[in-house]
C-alpha cells in the first residue's frame, strides 16, 4: 500500500515537468513551423536558419516545413481536424483571419507589446475579438507609370485620379497598340482589381462597410466613383480585353511596353530590371493617386499565426519574438529587394529606402490602410472581399450595359448577403 501511494506521488510531482517540456518544445514536443513558400528564395533560407539556430540555442526540436501558398489551406485544414496542427503558420493576413474566426488561434497580445510593430501593421493585423495574428510584412502596392510616354508629352507626373483621366487621353495611342491605362477588371479570384475599385470608391467618399460592420455602399458618392471608373474602359483608354484580365494581365501588358500605367506589387518592377533594363529605368514608383475626398492604399500582407492545439506555444512565442529582432529583421527585409515592407518600427532606417526607385512603395505603405477598411476586420469582411463584388458591379456596366445605380443596388444587395444583413 506504502508503494503504491509513493508511486502516486512520484507521478503527480513528473506532470508538471513533461507538461512544461511538451510546451517548451524539444523532449516532450517538437517546434512545427509551415512557412509558404515566397518568390524570393533568400526568405526561406533565411527563415530555416533562424529557426534552426533558434532550436541549437534553446535545446528545442525543431522543424521547418515549406507549403505551397495554394496548399496550405488545405493541409492546414487537414490537420485542424485530426488535432494535429503545426505550432506556427506563416500566411497571408485573410487566411490567418480565417482561423482566428474558427476559433483556432492563441491570443499573440505578448508579442505585440514585446516588438515595437507599426501602427499600419497592426491595424492589418487587427481581428475583431482579440490579438491573434502577429504582422511580418506588408505587401507594397505601388504605382507604376512610364515617365519617359509622360515626358515626351511635357507633361506633370499625375498624382489625383483626376489627372489621371486627364492625361491618359493627350498619351492614349491604341492605333498604335499603346493604351494609357492598364487596370484589369476581371473577376478572377485575386485582390488587385477588388483593390483599386474599392481605392477609387473611398477616395470619392464612399464607404463599403461601415466600422460597424454595416453596409453603406449605396451612395452618391460610390455611384460617382464607379461611374469614373466605367469611363475609363468605355472611352477606350485602356485595352478591350482588360475589363476581363486577371491579375496576370497587367503584368503582362506593361512589361510588353503596351500600356502606360498600372498598380502592382513589386514583381514587375524586379522582372523588368531583370529582363527589360531600359523599360526598368524609365518607370516611376508613385503613391496611389488622391480622389476628392482622400488618398487609399489598400493593403495585404504577411502574418505569423500560433495553433491552439499546437504542441510548443510557450516556444513558438519565444521565437517568434527571436525572429523579429531588429537586425536580423531589417536585414531579412532587404533581401526582399522592396518586394517586402517592414513592419518593426525603425526597420525602415536605410539608404536603400531613400532609393527613388524604393521611395514609392514606403510612400503607399504609410498610407495603406486594410482591404475591408473602414470595416471591422473579421471573417465575413475578409469573404466580402474575396468575393469581389466591387470588381463586378463595374463589369456588369461595361460589359452589360446596365444602369450604373441598378448595379449599383445589386452590389448592395451581394455585400448585405455575404455579411448576413
Known amino acids: 500500500m506504502k508503494r503504491w501511494i509513493v508511486l502516486v506521488l512520484l507521478a503527480s510531482l513528473c506532470l508538471p515537468v513533461f507538461g512544461n517540456a511538451s510546451q517548451e518544445g524539444g523532449a516532450g514536443g517538437k517546434l512545427v513551423l509551415w512557412d509558404k513558400s515566397e518568390y524570393v528564395a533568400a526568405y526561406n533560407e533565411a527563415s530555416k536558419a533562424r529557426i534552426e539556430t533558434f532550436g541549437r540555442n534553446n535545446n528545442v526540436e525543431v522543424e521547418y516545413v515549406i507549403v505551397p501558398p495554394n496548399d496550405l489551406q488545405a493541409k492546414l485544414l487537414a490537420a485542424i481536424e ?43 493585423a487587427y481581428i475583431q475579438g482579440g490579438n491573434f495574428l502577429v504582422p511580418l510584412t506588408v505587401f507594397p502596392a505601388g504605382r507604376y507609370l512610364r515617365k519617359d510616354v509622360w515626358d515626351a508629352k511635357g507633361l506633370p507626373y499625375p498624382t489625383t485620379w483626376q489627372q489621371i483621366y486627364d492625361q491618359a487621353k493627350i498619351v492614349n495611342d491604341p492605333a498604335r497598340d499603346f493604351y494609357a491605362l492598364g487596370y484589369p477588371m476581371g473577376a478572377s479570384g ?28 449605396n451612395s452618391r458618392q460610390t455611384l460617382e466613383a464607379l461611374n469614373f471608373i466605367v469611363k475609363l474602359f468605355k472611352e477606350g483608354l485602356c485595352p ?43 518607370t ?24 491552439k492545439n499546437g504542441k510548443a506555444t510557450a516556444a513558438a512565442k519565444k521565437y517568434i519574438i ?100
Open 82 to 124: 485530426a488535432r494535429n496542427p503545426p505550432d506556427i503558420v506563416v500566411t497571408d493576413d485573410f487566411l490567418a483571419k480565417r482561423f482566428a474566426g474558427m476559433d483556432q488561434l492563441v491570443d499573440v497580445s505578448d508579442i505585440l507589446k514585446s516588438v515595437k510593430f507599426t501602427k499600419a501593421s497592426l491595424d492589418l
Open 284 to 307: 516611376l514608383i508613385m503613391a496611389y493617386p488622391a480622389g476628392p475626398v482622400g488618398q487609399f492604399c489598400l493593403l495585404g500582407g504577411n502574418a505569423v499565426i500560433i495553433f
Open 240 to 282: 478591350p480585353s482588360a475589363i476581363t484580365w486577371d491579375d496576370m494581365g497587367n503584368n503582362t501588358a506593361y512589361l510588353a511596353g503596351s500600356v502606360g500605367t498600372i498598380f502592382n506589387t513589386p514583381s514587375v518592377f524586379n522582372q523588368a530590371r531583370n529582363d527589360n533594363p531600359e523599360l526598368y529605368k524609365n
Open 322 to 421: 527571436d525572429f523579429f529582432e531588429i537586425n536580423f529583421y531589417k536585414d531579412l527585409i532587404l533581401k526582399m529587394g522592396g518586394m517586402w515592407m517592414p513592419v518593426v518600427e525603425g526597420a525602415d532606417n536605410d539608404p536603400f529606402w531613400a532609393l527613388p526607385e524604393n521611395k514609392g512603395w514606403l510612400d503607399n505603405a504609410k498610407i495603406g490602410v486594410p482591404t475591408t477598411y473602414p470595416a471591422p476586420a473579421n471573417d465575413l469582411t475578409a469573404g466580402a472581399f474575396a468575393g469581389q463584388f466591387c470588381v463586378k458591379a463595374v463589369q456588369r456596366i461595361v460589359l452589360q450595359n446596365q444602369d450604373p445605380q441598378q448595379s449599383l443596388n445589386q452590389l448592395e444587395k451581394d455585400l448585405k448577403q455575404a455579411l448576413n444583413q
Open 190 to 217: 485575386g485582390g488587385d482589381a477588388e483593390s483599386m475599385v474599392r481605392s477609387v470608391i473611398l477616395s470619392h467618399g464612399g464607404i463599403p462597410v461601415d466600422k460597424d460592420g454595416k453596409v453603406t455602399i
